[in-house]
């Protein structure tokens, strides 16, 4: 056969459901519970290969268990979202450390604007002693 296998499976109608009462005893922890009917079913599922043209897909291989198939696509599917996750750890491992390079550089900025405005106090600190003595003639009218 090919890379694409062609089986056609069919599920047999199910037989009718079997059901059970189970009686239980009245004990402490279920007195106030109702008897209910547990019902079981069971599934017979029968393949056989045809000679129609179904596709059954890619991943499916000759003869191959859904079971395993299934088990298959979960690794796979498990191994693709631990890829993603991997690659968001390393996006947000950046963006902490772009956001603490960020915080370091507000900080040296905030650093320079208070050294800067230190300086500014300073000297209009001494601009303000120097102009005290300024407006003494003031206080005497010349008449």
């Known amino acids: ?31 106030r519970r109702s008897i209910s009917p547990v019902t079981t079913t069971t599934t017979h599922h029968t393949t056989h290969h045809s000679t129609s043209p179904q596709r059954s897909g890619f991943l499916h291989r000759r003869g191959e268990d859904a079971s395993i198939v299934a088990a298959r696509e979960r690794v ?16 947000a491992r950046a963006a902490v450390k772009e956001a603490r390079e960020h915080v370091k550089r ?23 002693k120097r102009a005290r003595p300024l407006g003494r003639h003031d206080n005497h009218h010349v008449i």
């Open 76 to 91: 796979q599917n498990a191994e693709r979202m631990e890829r993603d996750a991997d690659k968001a750890l390393i996006h």
């Open 1 to 31: 056969m090919g890379l694409f296998s062609h089986k056609q499976t069919e599920v047999a109608p199910a037989p009718p459901e079997k059901t059970t009462t189970v009686h239980r005893s009245s004990t402490l922890f279920n007195r």
């Open 106 to 128: 507000i900080e040296r900025e905030a650093a320079e604007e208070a050294r800067l405005a230190k300086i500014k106090q300073k000297e209009a600190h001494n601009i303000s």
